[in-house]
């Protein structure tokens, strides 16, 4: 008997068995990150790919988040989406809305039977990104919040205590007082005004920054932040505006040389600043808590959310949708979660990443990197989860646009707030319309 | 020039190098900026002379150590990407710009105007409005991720054919009217007599094609789906850190002066053609 | 057009024509007839769902007062930014074909600006004009006492964008003056001088009517330019700040469009500033035209 073909049969069978369960499951991840973060991400897809043979993860640099966005869009009507995309959190709305174009992160992870304990994370980091009805839409990635940043050596010579940050505003106007009666010619700035001075201001105080929990409750939300409380914060910025004590340093993070470079005093902006901050400031520098008024019931509670997070796009297949939750567990393991806060100075998105970073002593070292995240470990109210808003890109350019009118003299804040309340309506109008359209 | 007016010739400089360090400040800027640690650059102001840094930002930029060329070594490859990029763009629209403008010029045919307006009409509609729908053409054609994706869509303006047509109307009709009574053809006089005439019009424009090819930015990034297609100018943007985190502008700044040098060269190159041409051609 | 003499095909034109036809009709035509189409319909972001609105995206927009103010911002800083980068390169362009020692440099230094990338560009105007790290603010207010703040106040706001939008124009105006200086013969002007006209007579009446073409060119790109392709500038310098005073037509599109996925409307917008310009080009066409001397 011949055995030759038998063998050469079996031989080409099991080159192509072993053919297939070699065959990697490629996942496109389309990302926003750049510079030093850019090389995390790479890092993070290679020892994600390198910790297992059957999922090969593939980020790609599409742009900024707008870019990325347009890219992510044009890409999806054509039929060539990517599994995942990260996206800023103003677009957790419009993300939200388009429902045939999304996956909720819930139901990757319980459709490919990948363990998943949403109460494992961090509270405030996931509810911004969770459904009203409990499911978790989106996976936290990269996630900073609002925090207040000093001059030390500048407190010491204007005669305040370097090691006792204000914590209220009441307290940061008098410090600002003495730095400038000290020669300081900005006292105090603040970038993203919208996220700071709005937005995470609400939260922190549990006041409403717009009906419906803040969107929570629905596309009919609306903007409330002419409330007496958002009147008088206002206010109480215009005035130190007008003495000289609040110097506006344009929008955005445009700010934040400003203050590395010591021209400015304090300054409240992002918690991922402080890489700035520590490459580049020639002076001792603390960080604190955002300052809130100390006679509002409720305050500080917690703060807003920046950064991004990642969606998961929809019509894949199965195969692609378990390395994508494969993937999600490798990020939410507390080891590389942690090594991650560590390097990037984003919070850590789980309980126990935040409980191993304290038992490195990595705070200690490294004093303030932890009240980013103990501004957020706290349990949120209805009111305090996050905004959940559409269109909120314009409406933030709104807000932008209209708080400016202030510190220019243009217009007295009961005025501008009014203005920014009405544009934004119409902007929350117009997405009510457009997610009745999308629901039919 | 014609007479020495040394008044005049003395103004003449003046004027230059007056309009040259206005022009090229921020160029000078960037080079001193690569030359100091990005501490130094960002106390305000900015040190106004070359630091001493020079070499080891620009190692660190050519080999991906400093802030996040990183492991994406390949500047060469994304320089070579924007070469081929930029050099395909470049003859592609000078060569059917070319034959439009001719066509336009020189011949009659019916609905000549309503071409040309149509050919001029696609600078009037902001890239930003049609990228989507663009986008879908392009994958519909299957040239994602490809030379001829990157390049021909970008083919399709209409200045180096509205320069060609201004060019083309200044030529002398004799020159037409003598190549016909010799019996040359159209394409002919194309070869023997325009092409040559057009010279210094080619070689402006190739310029500001092939920088135009080279600094491609939203398209490429929006048409490829691997990184390795990626021209430098993404590579650049995607070393400047937006929204929170730290700027290594020392570094950035040295990739952006090297991702000029091509250009430069190409400028540098193609003044010569400017000054041959056409001023010996009696006309 | 005018008198000329011209060659005769039944077919030769079209071949001619056809490269360039068949390439922006695929790529021109058919995606601009789409974002038409978009301008006329309400749709989400990804495509899902479209609702037909006819009219009402432009309805809205002509409603919008901030909309309206955007008119007026454009057409002041799109002025400014064809007269200077015009003038001011012209300028240049008469010196540097005068002169010869030299003229490498300055001709080369004028030129490489032009190969600054985009988004280089947008960081280094910051880096000159921010009013806590730019070196021309502190220059500013150390030299002259001149306190910069482009961020508060519209006029410093709209002189930066003008000069910064301009400053990339110039190196393009300058290479097109130049090659077309440099294709004026030099007999002419040597006849000229031989007669006893002086330099700037002589520019007058030979070499500003021979370079009409190129002038004319220049003009109606450089207007396409002000009007389309400055919003990247704007971006990285204003954001349209302060307020809304450095809003011009194409940012808002851009704003709408890319930063706001509002497809609708920014393509409205877009269907505007199309016949606006296409207009504008066609009384240039109508009216400059006739001056120019081919």
Known sequence: MNLKPFALASGMLALALSGNAHAQVEVQWWHSMTGGLNEWVNDLAKDFNASQKDYKVVPTFKGNYDEAMTAAMAAFRAGNAPHILQVFEVGTATMMAAKGAVKPVGEVMKQSGVSFDPKAYVPAVSAYYTAPSGEMMSFPFNSSTTIFYYNKDAFKAAGLDPNKAPTTWPEVTLAAAKLKANGSKCPYTTSWMSWVHLESFSLWHNTLFATQNNGFGGPSARLAFNSPLHLRHFENLSNMAKQGLFVYKGRASVAVPSFVSGECAMFTGSSGSYADVARGAKFAYGLAALPYYPDVAGAPQNTAIGGASLWVMSGKKPAEYKGVAEFFKYLSNPEVQSASHKRTGYLPITMAAYQLTEKSGFYKEKPGTDVAVTQMIRKTTDKSRGIRLGNFVQIRTILDEETEAIWSGKKEPKEALEAAMKRGNEQLERFEKASKASAL | ?283 | MEKRVRFTSAWLPWVLLAPQVVIIGVFFFWPAAQAVLQSLQVQDSFGLSTEWAGLDNFKTLFSDSAYLESFKTTAIFSVLVAVLGIALSLMLAIFADRVIKGALLYKTMLIVPYAVAPAVAGVLWVFMFSPSIGVVAYGLARFFGFEWNHLLDSTHAMSLIVAAATWKQISYNFLFFLAGLQSIPKSLIEAAAIDGARPWRRFWSIQFPLLSPTTFFLLVINMVYAFFDTFAIIDATTSGGPGRDTVIMVYKVYQDGVKGGDIGSSAAQSVVLMLIVVSLTVLQFRYVEKKVNY
């Open chain 2, 1 to 283: 020039m014609v007479e020495r007016r040394a008044t005049l010739g003395i103004l003449a400089h003046a004027v230059m190098i007056l309009g040259m360090l206005i022009v090229a400040f921020p160029l000078y800027l960037a080079f001193v900026a690569s030359t100091h640690t990005s501490q130094e650059i960002v106390q305000a102001p900015m040190p106004m002379l070359p630091g001493g840094h020079f070499w080891e930002n620009y190692v660190a930029a050519l080999t991906g150590h400093g802030g996040g060329a990183g492991s994406n070594a390949p500047v060469g490859r994304m320089m070579w990407v924007s070469l081929v990029t930029a050099l395909v763009i470049t003859f592609g629209k000078i060569a059917v710009s070319l034959l439009s403008a001719f066509a336009l010029v020189y011949f009659r045919f019916p609905f000549r105007g309503a071409f040309f307006w149509a050919i001029f009409v696609t600078l009037m509609l902001p890239v930003e409005v049609r990228i989507l729908p663009t986008y879908k053409v392009v994958s519909d054609l299957g040239m994602l991720n490809s030379y001829a994706g990157l390049t021909i869509p970008l083919i399709a303006s209409a200045t180096a054919t509205f320069l060609f047509r201004q060019f083309f109307l200044t030529v002398p009709e004799e020159l037409v009217e003598a190549a016909r009574m010799d019996g040359a053809g159209p394409m002919r006089f194309f070869w023997d007599i325009l092409l040559p005439l057009s010279k210094t019009s080619i070689a402006a424009l190739f310029v500001i094609q092939f920088i135009y090819g080279w600094n491609q930015y939203l398209w490429p990034l929006l048409a490829t789906t691997s990184e390795d297609m990626y021209p430098v100018v993404v590579g650049i943007k995607r070393m400047i850190a937006g929204g929170d985190s730290g700027n290594e502008w020392n570094i950035v700044m040295a990739t952006a002066i090297m991702a000029m040098l091509p250009p430069a060269v190409v400028v540098i190159f193609m003044q010569r053609w400017f000054v041959k041409g056409l001023v010996d051609t009696e006309k």
